[in-house]
């Protein structure tokens, strides 16, 4: 598969996630809704999620995402930093021009740790707070009092300086009462910023150097109540005057409880599958990414080999038959009456191919036209024949040095063309049996479904399976995928399972010889290399002994 269709391959995948996310999307997602019921007329808001804590990227109704995000676009601040580790805030103390905010439901912070963030700001820094609930000796240390006065209501009007803001305690979709908390008494030389009634419920509180814009109310910040017009319209207000640059949101002082009681087990688990399957939009995505990858493995492990079956040059059946005859005779120990078969098989093989006589010659000249021909040097020519004329007696080891001449020739000459350079201008590919790695991709599929299964059922055994179900399933695509050997009329390229490709040009190969089940290829400078034919398809063996001999010098 070339790069093109893999890359139209990823983006049908993607389409399809998307158009499955758009169009079987559930109900279970937070969505707000412009218009309310008849009876209420407070805007609506769609959630499933009513429980929860105020903060940050919490996109669920009790979140503060949408806060935060106002912030971060207001253009008044250059920075926006969360702290969850109290000893980075040592030297955050001292720097000048810092904004240290919390909004949550429990501000818990040590008297230490008050100690140190009241003196930061006592030196011109600035600290805006809102909070369900304080640390008393908090309270205290700015107010003389651990607790906050409050309006038991449905709806509250928020009165500043320039406008009223109604305000609402909304759950499921309906507007509940709620306690809105109030500064039961304004503390001397404070600004009041907003007030319930007569009562101050956001203030500007002079610290030293620094100021306190201390907020009374966390529901006037969280996501359904800045959806509406009149709550964006107030935060305008309330951060209006913050003059601080950058953000410091103090995270740490987030108190989260430990809960100790020992519950009776539900039969529901918590694993991330489990969380995932919930929602119809997310199942069907995860689905389509398995499917996607089941499909990217299964297209990318296409065979990449050409459709035209690898050319076979037609061998010369009387040459080989040559070599069949010189075996029979070497076995005979009768080299006189083989040179007389070898002259005789010489004379017609010239004939037929350079039109050449040599049997009723007159002359040299006839030699040398062979030479000529033929393209192989007349000194050579005529050493052969003088070789095949010959009547001396020969020995075994003579007739095997007049062999071996007489094949050089038939091979340079052009007239024995088995180990003729294959002319192929693209690699041709020969790969591994397809079983072993058919197998490989199977068992990684399988490997990979009992790891969501085990997942699913919050068994963390199953986290195993993905590793080994991920490289079986690469070994399979790299064995159905990725030639063994590739050849073409220059180069052979050798692509182990594991490990570094190597690739041997023509020029550097000395000679290949095949010893049982082994073919090594011998180069003339480095180790050899050794191919072991089990590896190679029964199919395509004889193929591959046809290509690699083409590169045999000998």
Not at 58 to 78: A, C, M, R, W
Not at 130 to 149: G, I, K, Q, V
Not at 269 to 290: G, K, M
Request: proline letters at 4%; aromatic letters at 14%.
């Amino acid at each position: 598969m070339d790069r093109k269709k893999l890359l139209y391959l990823v983006l049908s995948i993607v389409v399809v996630a998307a158009l499955m996310v758009l169009f079987l999307k559930g109900s279970g997602g937070s969505t707000p809704i412009s218009k309310g019921s008849a009876n209420n007329p407070e805007p609506g808001y769609a959630s499933s999620k009513w429980g929860g804590k105020p903060r940050l990227r919490n996109k669920d109704p009790y979140g503060l995402y949408v806060f935060e995000e106002l912030l971060i676009s207001s253009g008044k601040f250059n920075g926006f930093n969360e702290i969850y580790d109290y000893t980075l805030m040592d030297s955050i103390l001292l720097l000048d021009d810092q904004l240290f905010m919390f909004v949550g439901d429990h501000f818990a912070i040590t008297e230490t740790e008050s100690n140190s963030l009241f003196q930061s700001i006592s030196e011109g820094n600035e600290l805006f707070i809102s909070a369900n609930r304080f640390s008393d000796h908090f309270l205290n240390h700015l107010f003389n009092r651990s607790t906050l006065s409050f309006y038991a209501a449905d709806s509250v009007l928020f009165k500043t300086s320039t406008d009223d803001y109604s305000m609402y305690y909304i759950y499921e979709q309906d507007t509940l009462s709620a306690l809105w908390k109030v500064l039961p008494a304004t503390p001397q030389k404070s600004k009041v910023l907003s007030s319930i009634q007569t009562k101050a419920n956001y203030i500007a509180y002079p610290y030293g150097q620094g100021t306190i814009y201390f907020h009374t109310n966390v529901l006037a910040f969280q996501n359904f109540q800045l959806l509406r017009a009149q709550g964006k319209d107030y935060m305008k207000e309330v951060i209006e005057p913050l003059s601080a640059s950058t953000i410091q949101w103090l995270a740490y002082a987030d108190f989260e409880p430990y809960d100790y009681s020992l519950e009776e087990p539900t039969g529901e688990t918590n694993s991330l599958l489990s969380r995932i399957f919930d929602y119809a939009s997310l199942r069907w995505a995860f689905f389509t990414l398995v499917i996607g990858l089941a499909l990217f493995f299964l297209f990318r492990s296409k065979r990449e080999r050409p459709v035209i079956p690898i050319y076979k040059e037609t061998t010369n059946a009387g040459m080989t038959y040559v070599d069949t005859i010189a075996g029979l005779y070497f076995a005979e120990n009768n080299p006189s009456r083989m040179r007389k078969l070898l002259l005789r098989n010489f004379y017609t093989a010239v004939q037929e191919h350079f039109f050449i006589d040599l049997s009723k010659r007159l002359s040299d000249k006839t030699l040398t036209v062979l030479a000529e021909k033929s393209k192989i040097d007349i000194n050579k020519i005529t050493a052969l024949v003088q070789a095949l004329e010959s009547t001396e007696k020969l020995n075994k080891q003579a007739l095997f040095s007049l062999h071996q001449q007489l094949r050089d020739f038939y091979i340079i000459s052009g007239i024995w063309n088995l180990y003729k350079q294959p002319q192929f201008d693209k690699y041709v590919a020969v790969y591994r049996p397809t079983m072993p790695g058919l197998a490989a991709v199977t068992y990684g599929i399988i490997a990979l479904a009992k790891s969501f299964v085990l997942l699913a059922y919050a068994i963390g055994v199953g986290i195993i399976f993905w590793p080994i179900g991920i490289f079986c399933i690469l070994v399979g695509a790299r064995i159905l995928s990725r030639p063994i050997y590739s050849i073409n009329s220059t180069t052979f390229v050798f692509s182990p399972l594991f490990g570094k490709r190597q690739q041997i040009k023509r020029d550097e190969i000395q000679k290949v010889v095949l010893e049982g089940n082994e073919l090594t290829i011998i180069r003339k400078q480095g180790a050899p290399m050794p191919i072991r034919l089990n590896q190679v398809q029964r199919k395509q063996k004889e193929n591959l002994l046809d290509l690699v001999y083409s590169f045999n010098r000998n």
